[in-house]
Nanobody, 134 residues
Framework: QVQLVESGGGSVQPGGSLRLSCAAS????????LYWVRHTPGKGLEWVSA????????YYVDSVKGRFTISRDNDANTLYLRMNSLRAEDTAVYYC???????????????????????????WGQGTQVTVSS
């Protein structure tokens, strides 16, 4: 079955960096767009970044542009999120997620669509906590 397993979260001071990883299995990784979203009690679930199946087209919400970099290794079935210049407001549980189907139609359609819950996605991981605090 589909599995997405995040790792790399932790506690850092403002201005610090982390790299999140998401190891995937159980589906044709290279055919799927992939996403990073995050959840906080105050803001709920929000988009962070997206990347197309080839890894050539990344997308970022304005709040992380210039600080975060999404990438993927289709040979290793792994998605990454490099986070630099972290701020207190980046504190959240970060999830990697995949759409219900592969291909560009569904993958692109979902990008930055309003989110209600993780079940809007076809699959998602267990999440990894990122805490930015001095």
């Amino acid at each position: 079955q589909v599995q997405l397993v995040e790792s790399g979260g932790g506690s850092v001071q403002p201005g610090g960096s982390l790299r999140l990883s998401c190891a995937a299995s159980g589906f044709t990784f290279s055919a799927y767009w992939l996403y990073w979203v995050r959840h906080t009690p105050g803001k709920g679930l929000e988009w962070v970044s997206a990347i197309d199946a080839d890894g050539r087209s990344p997308y970022y919400v304005d709040s992380v542009k210039g600080r975060f970099t999404i990438s993927r290794d289709n040979d290793a079935n792994t998605l990454y999120l490099r986070m630099n210049s972290l701020r207190a407001e980046d504190t959240a549980v970060y999830y990697c997620a995949a759409p219900h189907t592969g291909g560009n139609s569904e993958g692109a359609r979902m990008v930055f669509e309003p989110l209600r819950s993780l079940s809007d996605f076809g699959s998602w991981g267990q999440g990894t906590q990122v805490t930015v605090s001095s």
